[in-house]
């Protein structure tokens, strides 16, 4: 897990403390892709996905691989 040591520990919505991660492909092919330009040409980028067990939020976090790609291509811009 690449997130380790910057993922969340607590919920910003309820507080809880009781969160659950998992790792996800970010889309492409047939669904969307919502990391465009930042995985590889036959892997999508990463999402780690952070759920909250007392509400529910879900978070969303670019892997770190990804993030280094920010600044490949024309896909991103910076704000
Ligand atoms: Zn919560």
């Known amino acids: ?4 040591g910057s993922l969340p520990k607590d ?3 309820c507080g809880s403390r009781e969160l659950y991660a ?3 492909s ?3 092919g047939y ?3 919502y990391l465009p330009g930042l995985g ?4 999508s980028a990463r999402f780690t996905v952070v759920v909250c067990r ?3 939020e879900t978070r969303f976090f ?3 691989k990804a993030i280094s790609k920010l600044d490949e291509g024309k896909k991103w811009r910076k704000l």
Not at 1 to 4: A, K, T, V, Y
Not at 40 to 43: D, G, K, M, N
């Open 1 to 4: 897990m690449p997130h380790i």
């Open 11 to 13: 919920c910003r919505n």
């Open 22 to 24: 998992t790792e996800v």
């Open 26 to 28: 970010a889309g492409g």
């Open 31 to 33: 669904a969307p892709n």
């Open 40 to 43: 590889t040409f036959w892997r």
């Open 54 to 56: 007392g509400c529910g």
């Open 62 to 64: 670019a892997s770190v």
